[in-house]
């Protein structure tokens, strides 16, 4: 099994990034998938989670407080994938990204996911 996160880089206050996070191994439609950051010195945050396609209600998306309305998940089952859309950033969103699976609901808790990726950069200054 394996999960690799990529899209990421370096944008200019307000800009957009993409990340995907791409699986082998496992059905990512079966899992929820979440999206965690880290910054060096502190402990590894929430961003996103979005549920599993099965049960209900289903994929549904959750976002922390700091992303809402900014930051959109989703899926693309064909590809398998799930994808972090982020607009409007903000230099406090630099970090490294990192996507995880785990069976059953979403979880703020990284010690509570499966599967985790390699991250992907995300620097955001002027």
């Known amino acids: 099994v394996q999960l690799q996160a990529s899209g990421g880089g370096s944008v200019q206050p307000g800009g957009s990034l993409s990340l995907s996070c791409a699986a082998s191994g496992l059905t990512l439609a079966d899992f929820a998938v979440g999206w965690f950051r880290e910054v060096p010195g502190k402990e590894r945050e929430w961003v996103s989670c979005?549920?599993?396609?099965?049960?209900?209600?289903?994929?549904?998306?959750h976002y922390a407080d700091s992303t809402e309305g900014r930051f959109t998940i989703s899926r693309d089952n064909l590809k398998n994938t799930v994808n972090l859309k982020m607009n409007n950033l903000k230099p406090e969103d630099t970090a490294l990204y990192y996507c995880?699976?785990?069976?059953?609901?979403?979880?703020?808790?990284?010690?509570?996911?499966?599967?985790w990726g390699k991250g992907t950069q995300v620097t955001v200054s002027s």
């Open positions: 979005i549920r599993t396609t099965t049960g209900s209600p289903t994929g549904k998306s």
């Open positions: 995880a699976a785990v069976r059953g609901l979403c979880t703020m808790r990284p010690g509570h996911m499966t599967y």
